[in-house]
């Protein structure tokens, strides 16, 4: 059942396979080494299941998508109240590497734009730079689920070529935001968004936000729930810079780009999302990287603005009601990680089970990529030699229609039971046994 939500992961990632617009990141000399084709997208539940499709395992550095990570860490580390006394929480309305503060605070406007991320590093309380950059590296790998390692190419590239950047640092510590050596602060925020990650990494840190600061794979806390809102909040209304207004109204989550390009994007709750292709449009946003991320969130209906009510506690109770038949009772709005979710359950269950049957008089409300997995779940049963039917009593939730083509719908649990057992009985050739 996997494959049904694998499939359409990549042919999302093929509906994008000629887009070739955009430029590489050329200030930074190391990044233009990279083959222009590849393409990542990784797609990790909030229960730690991960799909992954094209290049989703080719690494790049991670560059300005470290910045909501630096920021959750300074929020952790000294405190909200601190935090705000040096870096603001507005969109800029200008490029990410403007040399700018605030007019009338003199603190960078946010901590997506460099002057901001330059700042957050140098709130995290540390011994020396070398334990504040051990400290980022071993909070982004918690969040990543694995062990991240510092490309030096990149670092070496980019530290050679960071007059831009140090003239931000030397900015904000003559308005007294920075009390450290600017020299060394920047070191470290150079170093931190020369960090290697994959789209996988990406979706397992997005992920780690979307649970509210808890890592899916290790069950590990690696931030606090008040460090994540928070996050969150400054990544919708700044992680795009100047296509945040365009992208919150088209694709609807928060998310963060890096020149590296990748996008890490997260629907709080639910999923988070890791894609790479590394030409950038002028924003320094990854092209096929938004493109991708629009094409996802309407075709999996992942606008958080439509998110409603229970997106999670989808299955409400199973009951075994024959030997290898079970009723699973789905309840409250399904959504796309609500089907997922209920799928991969009936997939993980199929050595117990010959015949799913799939209650959902009790959904209120559900979308249409929803409709359309339920309706592929008996297809992809039917290739396993098992069989799935759904109970809608008045195809509220299953209209007859294209959507629910494949569907075998049936008014009562009664009936999908009786032909759940003619089903078995045929499959066993014992049509006279009693279950
Ligand atoms: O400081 C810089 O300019 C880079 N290391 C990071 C910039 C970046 O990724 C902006 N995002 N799209």
């Known amino acids: 059942m996997a494959e049904l939500v694998q499939r359409y992961l990549d042919e999302i990632l093929a509906?994008?396979?000629?887009?070739?617009?955009g430029m590489l990141a050329d200030y930074i000399p190391e990044l233009t080494r990279?083959?222009?084709?590849?393409?990542?997208?990784?797609?990790?539940?909030?229960d730690g299941y991960v799909y992954e499709s094209g290049d989703a395992a080719t690494e790049f550095t991670i560059q300005s998508i470290s910045k909501p990570f630096t920021y959750a860490l300074a929020l952790d580390g000294i405190g909200r109240d601190a935090v705000d006394t040096k870096i603001g929480v507005e969109p800029s309305g200008e490029p990410f590497n403007e040399i700018s503060v605030d007019d009338q605070t003199k603190?960078?406007?946010?901590?997506?734009?460099?002057a901001g991320a330059i700042a957050a590093v140098s709130l995290i309380p540390a011994s020396s730079p070398q334990d504040r950059f051990a400290q980022i590296l071993d909070f982004y790998s918690a969040c990543a689920g694995r062990r991240l390692e510092v490309d030096e190419g990149v670092y070496a590239s980019e530290k050679a070529s960071n007059?831009?950047?140090r003239a931000i640092a030397y900015m904000l510590q003559s308005f007294g935001v920075l009390d450290d050596d600017p020299d060394e602060v920047l070191d470290v925020y150079v170093r931190q968004c020369?960090?290697?990650?994959?789209?996988?990494?990406?979706?397992?840190?997005?992920?780690?936000?979307?649970?509210?600061?808890?890592?899916?794979?290790?069950?590990?806390?690696a931030i606090s729930p008040a460090a994540v809102q928070r996050t969150l909040s400054v990544m919708m209304t700044c992680g795009m810079y100047d296509s945040t207004g365009d992208w919150v109204t088209s694709v609807g989550m928060p998310a963060k780009s890096g020149v590296g390009g990748g996008i890490l994007a997260v629907l709080p709750g639910q999923l988070g999302i890791g894609v790479y292709s590394?030409?950038?449009?002028?924003?320094?946003?990854?092209?096929?990287?938004?493109?991708?991320?629009?094409?996802?969130?309407?075709?999996?209906?992942?606008?958080?603005?439509?998110?409603?009510?229970?997106?999670?506690?989808?299955?409400?109770?199973?009951?075994?009601?024959?030997?290898?038949i079970r009723v699973y009772e789905l309840h409250g709005d399904l959504l796309f990680a609500g089907a997922e979710q209920a799928l991969r359950t009936v997939e993980n269950d199929s050595a117990a089970v010959d015949v799913a049957i799939l209650e959902v008089s009790r959904v209120d409300d559900i979308n249409d990529i929803a409709r359309g997995m339920l309706a592929g779940m008996r297809q992809s049963l039917n290739e396993s030699g098992k069989e799935g039917f759904l109970v809608d009593p008045d195809r509220r939730v299953m209209p007859t229609g294209s959507r629910s083509a494949g569907a075998v719908v049936y008014a009562t649990v009664e009936e999908a039971i009786e032909?759940?057992?003619?089903?078995?009985?045929?499959?066993?050739?014992?049509?006279?046994?009693v279950g």
């Open 278 to 324: 590394p030409l950038l449009d002028a924003n320094g946003n990854s092209v096929r990287g938004v493109r991708v991320c629009r094409s996802l969130s309407a075709e999996l209906g992942l606008h958080f603005l439509s998110v409603t009510r229970e997106s999670r506690s989808t299955i409400r109770a199973t009951r075994d009601v024959a030997p290898r």
């Open 163 to 165: 007059s831009r950047n």
């Open 419 to 433: 032909a759940a057992r003619a089903y078995r009985d045929v499959q066993t050739g014992s049509a006279n046994w």
């Open 15 to 21: 509906e994008h396979a000629d887009v070739a617009d």
């Open 34 to 46: 990279v083959d222009t084709a590849k393409c990542g997208l990784a797609l990790e539940l909030t």
């Open 107 to 114: 603190t960078p406007k946010n901590p997506m734009i460099n």
């Open 194 to 221: 020369a960090i290697r990650v994959t789209s996988a990494d990406l979706a397992g840190m997005a992920s780690t936000l979307a649970r509210g600061g808890v890592n899916p794979t290790s069950g590990r806390r």
